[in-house]
DNA sequence: TAGATATATGTCCGTTTGCGCATGTGTCCA
DNA sequence: TGGACACATGCGCAAACGGACATATATCTA
């Protein structure tokens, strides 16, 4: 894996990064958090770690990963913001964005 | 294709919508800019418009596409700012940042 | 130390998907 | 109208990848 998009083109890695948010979590969590199995869970949080994705820090048997690097963080927020409108398609973005915002300013499309 | 990650995915559909990025292209030109093969360029076009990431223009027998919506156009933007660093590696992108815009601030990682 | 707990890894399989190649469709022009 | 030109599409194939399942490794505890 040595690009990003494709790293984030996978749901379940999309879905651990999303149960990361808010901080550390065990792998146990994630899997709970998630509904993935852990194996499932496991394989995606070490493609996470090769990329440099994620951290992981280790306390006796329970494992503790956390989000690392300016870029997700940066991905995260981008994605926080704009996920919503693309999962019921493109369609409506303008739509909302113009509902929510910016009532003027139509001279964009 | 459904998931805007899946769609940026794709180093193919990235080269084209880069190729766009100016304004728009016949189909033609694409094939030139991005030494891809015709037919590799018409499909991921057809991928693009289905989406909704592009769109087409017909002027006679050449066909012009050119880049549509609001958040392609901020993923490019996106992209476009740390997509050379990504292509690197994951690891020079905290020293670059740091270089280029703020020397202090080390308190991130 | 034995067993339980927490996590990682190996293997197999089905699906997806991009590409190459050939061909089809639409448009312009002599 | 026939042929050149611009583009789209159908087909077959190979490679990539995620999930399920079984199993291995490491750590804690009684």
């Known amino acids: 894996m040595s690009d990003v998009f494709r790293l984030l083109a996978e749901p379940s890695r999309r ?11 065990s792998v146990g969590e994630l899997v709970d958090r998630t509904h993935m199995s852990q194996p499932s869970v496991s394989k995606q949080l070490r493609v996470l770690l090769d990329f440099g994705a994620v951290r992981l820090r280790k306390a006796g048997r329970t494992h503790l990963y ?22 019921q398609g493109l369609g409506r973005l303008d739509k909302v964005l113009t509902e929510e915002a910016r009532p003027k300013r139509s001279g964009d499309r």
Chains 1, 2 share one sequence.
């Open 15 to 25: 879905r651990l990064l999303d149960a990361l948010r808010l901080g550390e979590r």
């Open 66 to 87: 956390s989000i690392h690097g300016r870029p997700l963080r940066e991905a995260s927020e981008w994605l926080a913001y704009y996920e919503r409108f693309w999962e």
